[in-house]
């Protein structure tokens, strides 16, 4: 069946399960919405709030529901006329506890002679760095193997580090727990040892990869997702991190002869920089962290630019901008490459070595050239398609540089050449690299604008003008018509309505600095970037209602939760790795007298006289989102305002009572306030609009429209309808609408093409030429329907 509209769902045991799942199928149909979007439902490690840990690939969740929950809820949606997109994780499985993952177990238990050693990427050689054996960095400190114990409480004898357990080779039982440890094909080492002898998911070791390329492994993982589809209880399938595989394109043609033709299937690809999705790739599109960027892009003032650059150089000591995030990404990459990807580049440049037939080769020469090539690559990957000839540029771009890294270059071109361990490998340890230093790192020590540090995102780049976000539409209505778009997902940074307010920032840049040099001034902070970045964020979620901050409950827990992370993240004054507690606890004081003390009024007095143009841009996205080319997602309970900050933040349970409700009594265009009725009557109308109209969205035309007049500028429309015919949809969103306080819509108007135009959300009417005052009387977007 065609796939409208999605909506997330974070399934989690004590939340939402598959009989919670179906008694809002109801409500989300009432929405509008024509598919669930699950995530993961294979069953995870016990506990798991988000599913991607999976402990065992070949059943369905029991704590969910098992099969039988899955199959109701398919039967419910079903009966609704909707359906079901699963989120598939083919890249890594849990094992923080190794007794719940039955192939890591027998690993650990026979070693190489296990029948799912090679379901795994296991370095077994002799020069491994721990004697052969499987390393396992989980020891807090150097003497943690001083307290192993022989656990024989049950049926098999275990050895037990905390509550840890780990099995005893068979023959290998004795008195002795060191001894004993001794004996195994596993070794506990310190999580700092810069030992790890499996390829993991990024720097965690609780997840290890899985070895999709071989056919056993795809079979055995992918079998119940054979049978959702032999049984037709899903529509479409999300691959998480597809990255991280050896081969993501051939890993994507065998999943598409397993799906079938005509089943929805996305990537989650972060594309780079003005990098194209792979067209040769069987897949619909990606998950939508590109149409994130334009959406947000579009709404972004550049006239802020200058003025947040250099409140940035003030108080964090950099601009965050071109130079700076070119610069940091290259150092930052170095960094995580010789530290917590240690294991991963090791392995590395001995494939290199082997593939290049150079054995002798300087080890710390060619590791130094591999690490600096991979912290120039501007890429997560370099082996798609598009990308042919990039490794080579940016090969010839560090020789250029550095002369002396000529020798080794060269054997790294000799591995790459010959295509195999070493190609791989060089793949999988980019995208690490990459997702750790940018988006995990860099993307919390920039200060300059900080919704433009998102997943997928670029903050050198200060907002994308009218006619770049016009292109990119037209594009993806060309090429990529079902690809996902979306707002928010269970990893942006933000959540949709707090990027939206800090983008507000860009318009009223002079105010902010103003604010932010006096409460300096008064507060002196711990660390000047990193109050840069948090007052920021605070200024995202503050109420807007005008309310102390302080009462609103659960905010002062959020943001001390959310000011750890961030810090640890960005690396800079503490980390996770060395936590600093003197800086940290610095940093909790400061936060609290800025909740309770003069700057907390005063940031709510902004946060209010900002909040309706903080709202008119939520709604701008939100509406240019729905309509725009491909599948729009929303992530749950994002029909409202919300307010959520990183993960875990924005993985809290959404209360769909209140929400069922407040659809249920929505009669009349609501005001623009604190309840976000708003926004939800914009999704519903938007979501009703497609379900009526299927064809001028998915597969439909894409026109841009232009105002005229002084503050032309200020508006971002187009127009949908069936290929080929006239338009019969017109989305007008306002942009930039601070400046409009003062001057107003004047002369400017909107050229409708021909037809009598009604405004889905107001019931007004307009024909020929629509002055944009009048379009935008009572709500700052439009939804015209000729």
């Known amino acids: 069946m065609s796939i409208r509209s999605t909506y997330r769902l974070q399934l989690r045991p004590d939340a939402l399960t598959f009989t919670d799942a179906r008694t809002i199928a109801e409500y989300l149909q009432q ?34 529901g098992g099969p039988g929950g899955l199959k109701a809820l398919a039967d419910e949606v079903r009966s609704r006329g909707m359906g079901l997109i699963v989120d598939l994780v083919p890249n890594h499985v849990g094992v923080a506890d190794p007794r719940q993952n039955p192939w890591w177990w027998d690993v650990l238990r026979n070693g190489k002679e296990s029948a799912y050693q090679h379901y795994f990427d296991i370095d077994w050689s002799s020069s491994n760095g721990a004697g052969g054996r499987l390393a396992l960095p989980i020891l807090q400190s150097e003497n943690d193997p001083a307290s192993l114990t022989v656990d024989r409480s049950g049926s098999e004898p275990m050895l037990a580090l905390r509550d840890l357990r780990f099995p005893i080779a068979p023959g290998t039982d004795g008195d002795n727990a060191l001894r004993i440890h001794d004996k195994q094909h596993y070794r506990l080492v310190s999580w700092k040892s810069g030992l790890c002898t499996y390829r993991r998911f990024f720097a965690v070791s609780s997840l290890a990869a899985v070895r999709q390329e071989d056919p056993e492994v795809f079979e055995i993982t992918h079998r119940e997702l054979a049978a959702w589809c032999e049984h037709d209880l899903i529509d479409g399938v999300r691959v998480d991190h597809p990255d991280g595989l050896s081969d993501p394109a051939a890993y994507l043609v065998g999943l598409r002869q397993l799906i079938g033709p005509n089943r929805l299937l996305l990537v989650e690809k972060i594309l780079a920089n003005r990098e194209p999705l792979d067209a040769t790739l069987p897949v619909d599109g990606t998950t939508g962290y590109d149409a994130l960027a334009g959406l947000g892009g579009v709404l972004i003032d550049p006239d802020g630019e200058s003025v947040l650059t250099d409140l940035s150089r003030r108080f964090a000591g950099h601009g965050s901008d071109r130079a700076w995030v070119g610069e940091t990404e290259h150092r930052i990459k170095r960094a995580v490459a010789e530290s917590i990807l240690t294991p991963e580049v090791r392995r590395l440049v001995a494939a290199i070595k082997r593939d290049a037939a150079a054995e002798s080769f300087d080890t710390l020469a060619l590791t130094n050239a591999t690490i600096e090539v991979l912290a120039f690559m501007p890429v997560y990957r370099a082996d798609y398609a598009p990308l042919a000839g990039m490794t080579g540029a940016v090969i010839a771009e560090v020789e250029k540089r550095n002369s002396e890294l000529t020798a080794p270059l060269s054997v790294l071109v000799t591995a790459l050449a010959v295509d195999g361990e070493a190609a791989v490998r060089f793949g999988q340890v980019c995208g690490a690299i990459t997702a750790k230093a940018v988006e995990d790192t860099m993307f ?22 009218l006619n770049e976000f016009h292109l990119a539409n037209t594009e993806r209505a060309e090429r990529w018509p079902a690809a996902m778009t979306t707002l928010s997902t269970h990893d942006t940074k933000r959540g949709e309505d707090v990027r939206a307010r800090i983008g507000v920032l860009s318009q009223a840049a002079s105010i902010w600095a103003r604010s932010v040099e006096s409460w300096m001034e008064r507060t002196p902070a711990p660390d000047g970037a990193t109050a840069l970045f948090l007052l920021q964020n605070m200024f995202g979620v503050w109420p807007a209602d005008g309310r102390p901050a302080s009462s609103v409950p659960g905010l002062r827990e959020r943001l001390h939760m959310f000011a750890e992370k961030a810090t640890r993240e960005a690396g800079t004054r503490t980390s996770w790795e060395e936590p600093d507690s003197e800086f940290e606890s610095a940093v909790h004081g400061w936060l609290d007298t800025v909740i309770d003390g003069p700057i907390g009024a005063e940031l709510s007095d902004l946060v209010h006289d900002l909040a309706p143009h903080a709202w008119s841009d939520s709604l701008a996205q939100k509406l240019l989102q729905l309509c725009m080319p491909g599948i729009p997602d929303i992530y749950q309970g994002c029909e409202l305002w919300e307010d959520s900050l990183v993960d875990p933040d924005n993985r809290r349970p959404v209360d769909f009572a209140a929400r069922t409700g407040m659809l249920q009594s929505l009669t009349g265009t609501p005001a623009l306030d604190t309840s976000g009725a708003v926004k939800m009557w914009i999704v519903a109308y938007a979501l009703w609009l497609r379900r009526e109209r299927p064809e001028c969205f998915v597969g439909g035309s894409y026109l841009p429209l232009f105002a005229t007049g002084e503050q032309a500028s200020r508006l971002v429309s187009y127009a949908r309808g069936k290929p080929g015919e006239a338009p019969e949809v017109i989305v007008a969103a306002t942009r930039h609408s601070v400046g409009l306080v003062e001057s107003g819509w004047g002369d400017t108007t909107l050229d409708l093409p021909s037809g009598s135009w009604t405004d889905r959300l107001t019931g007004h009417t307009f024909q020929g030429r629509a002055r944009l005052e009048k379009l935008f009387a009572r709500l700052p977007v439009a939804l015209l329907v000729r």
């Not at 509008?32 to 294979?42: A, D, E, K, T, V």
């Not at 433009?452 to 670029?458: D, S, T």
């Open 444 to 465: 919390y020590q920039g200060a300059r604008l900080v919704s433009l540090q998102e997943v997928g995102g670029n903050p050198a780049r200060f907002g994308h003008s």
């Open 31 to 64: 929405l509008g919405i024509s598919h669930l979007y699950l995530s993961p439902i294979l069953t995870p490690m016990h506990g798991s709030t988000h599913g991607y840990d999976i402990a065992d690939p070949t059943t369905v969740s029991a704590a969910l």
